[in-house]
């Protein structure tokens, strides 16, 4: 399966964003998703993840509240909505599929991977 992400940009601390994840090449709802961030100099890291069918979330503790991911089989397409954004939110979003490992929080159990978008919040 291909991954693109969109919806990136420049935003004010207290901003949304929402963030898309197109997909191609395979049956969409096979995969367990999850969206990743990188900022600079650090690890990638767990931003969120989603059941093959959108009945589950799972969430890191620092955007719980403020960030919402979701699905829509039909376009084949995942979603992370973004509200009232920190500056340490910067970083490049990353969405990943995985094949039957369920919803995990580990970059390593993910198969497939977008190419990244940048979101940048400012003070």
């Given at each position: 399966v291909q991954l693109a992400e969109s919806?990136?940009?420049l935003v004010q601390t207290g901003g949304s964003l929402r963030l898309s994840c197109a997909a191609s090449g395979g049956p969409f709802t096979n995969y367990f998703m999850g969206w990743f961030?990188?900022?600079p100099g650090k690890e990638r890291e767990f931003v969120a993840s989603i059941?093959?069918?959108g009945s589950t979330t799972?969430?890191?503790d620092s955007v719980k509240g403020r960030f919402t991911i979701s699905r829509d089989n039909a376009k084949n397409t995942m979603y992370l909505?973004?509200?009232s954004l920190k500056p340490e939110d910067t970083a490049v979003y990353y969405c990943a599929a995985n094949?039957?490992?369920s919803?995990?929080?580990a970059k390593g159990d993910y198969d497939y991977w977008g190419q990244g978008t940048q979101v940048t919040v400012s003070s």
């Open positions: 919806g990136g940009g961030r990188q900022a059941s093959r069918y799972y969430y890191t909505q973004m509200n094949l039957g490992r919803m995990s929080s």
